[in-house]
């Protein structure tokens, strides 16, 4: 093979295309859906969903899958979750042989976009660490609700929400316990770990540990590092901000109507929850559409570096939120929290931001002309929202749906696919990928400047 086209960069993209690839042909299989048809296409949307852990769903997983069929999504979800790579690289260490620098790059790129860590502990660690909560969390389920999660369901549901892939085995999703505190605690909990990052919580973890001997030895912890603390800082903004905002939405349109309000507790799961978990215990299709255009913000921002979670990342809200303060204030560097960033960080941030609107725009224009919205707006009213709300989910793999979904066109679901499968991957991580084809030119231009504003 080329070494350009064998560059580690590019492994997680082989490895995701060839997991998606054998999904879609064991879900095609009757005995995943006995009696029942799935097209191709069909297959494959399913399969790319579960890998990048979306959760869009053209069937209703619980009712037009065969238990086989939900195992096959379930270990797609897992191994999508964690990403393969670290799997494949967990095995080559368990099994003695020496892990390349391919691997330890595309693994640490992956999980916390640092090539300098002990791979083989700390996969091991992860693993264990992942599994561990996953069990957790499906024992509380169970003993919440032993009728409505029982063991098989408690399982499913606890791997799905720790890697935020958002599957249910409900129709209705988590409606029925809208107003279960504790159910919605258990979701909400795996929810938050799964989107904070591996390093985030190997390092809330260690610090933990810390505490607890430093109480019995009387000697000080260490505070936690900069990074830990602009991931948590951020991820409980977004989460109390968009939580108020959609319980004021909500009820406004309430009272206008004359329906059932929404409930703190509902509010609040649906803010953690459409940052890429995908779950709902509202019904997103009668949402105004200012809810809708806040779910919109919390799906592209989703959760933070290294983890189960998909958007661009709290870190480069928290990057670019710094940028348009540091203009206003006139100030040369931008500034996160204890210290100011590097170029190359804002560049990257903001490189990031413009990949990710092009994208987002061609596919809402690709979807608005496949779905038949080139009529007159006066004829088309309301479509434009859902198919940028579809696209949005797809994009930042959170998974919830107006409904749209299944009526999709064939070419609309492969628009989808398209962007479930970028979005996973991350569009810098792309970027960077054909990047690794080319060459820096040999010569600089002359510079000059243009009058911009």
């Not at 779910?295 to 928290?318: H, V, W």
């Not at 809402?364 to 479509?383: D, F, K, Q, V």
Request: aromatic share 10%; proline share 3%.
């Amino acid at each position: 093979m080329n070494s350009k086209a064998s560059s580690p960069f590019w492994m997680p993209v082989y490895a995701f295309l060839a997991a998606i690839v054998v999904g879609g042909l064991l879900l095609k299989l009757d005995v995943c859906h006995p009696g029942r048809d799935l097209s191709f296409i069909d297959a494959f949307f399913t399969a790319t969903s579960a890998v990048c852990v979306t959760g869009l769903a053209v069937v209703d997983t619980g009712t037009f899958f065969s238990h086989a069929g939900q195992l096959v999504i379930l270990a797609l979800i897992q191994l999508g979750g964690l990403g393969i790579m670290t799997y494949a690289s967990l095995v080559i260490y368990l099994l003695g042989k020496k892990v390349s620098a391919s691997d330890r790059i595309a693994v640490s790129q992956t999980l916390i976009h640092d090539p300098s860590f002990n791979i083989g502990h700390f996969i091991v660690g992860v693993v264990v660490a992942v599994l561990s909560i996953e069990g957790i969390g499906a024992i509380l389920l169970n003993r919440l609700d032993p009728v409505g999660f029982d063991f098989y369901s408690a399982v499913f549901h606890s791997i799905s929400a720790f890697c935020n892939a958002g599957f249910s085995l409900y129709s209705d999703s988590l409606t029925a316990w809208r107003d279960n505190p504790g159910v919605n605690a258990v979701f909400m909990a795996l929810i938050i770990m799964g989107g904070l990052g591996f390093y985030v919580m190997t390092e809330l973890w260690q610090k933990l540990c810390d505490l607890i001997r430093s109480r019995k030895s009387k000697v000080s912890a260490h505070a936690i590092s900069w990074h830990t603390r602009i991931v948590l800082e951020t991820s409980l903004f977004l989460i109390i901000a968009g939580g108020v905002v959609i319980y004021f939405i909500e009820n406004l349109k309430a009272r206008a109507v004359s329906s059932e309000g929404v409930g703190t507790l509902a509010a609040l799961f649906q803010s953690v929850t459409c940052r890429t978990a995908g779950f709902n215990s509202m019904d997103i299709s009668s949402m105004t559409n200012i809810s809708l255009l806040i779910m919109i913000g919390l799906m592209l921002i989703g959760g933070s570096p290294g983890s189960c979670a998909g958007g661009l990342k709290t870190t480069t809200f928290r990057t670019w939120l710094g940028f348009i303060i540091s203009k206003i204030k006139g100030h040369s560097q931008v500034k996160v929290g204890w210290y100011a960033l590097s170029e190359e960080s804002v560049n990257r941030a903001l490189t990031l931001l413009t990949i990710a609107s092009v994208i987002l725009g061609s596919a809402i224009i690709a979807l608005s002309i496949s779905e038949g919205n080139y009529l007159p707006h006066t004829r088309a009213r309301g479509h434009f929202i859902e198919l940028t709300f579809e696209a949005v989910s797809a994009f930042a793999t959170v998974g919830l749906s107006t409904g749209v979904t299944p009526t999709l066109s064939g070419a609309g679901k492969m628009i989808i696919i398209m962007l479930m499968f970028v979005g996973r991957l991350g569009p810098v991580w792309l970027l960077t990928a054909i990047n690794s084809w080319q060459s820096e030119p040999r010569y600089r231009l002359p510079e000059d400047d243009l009058p911009l504003g």
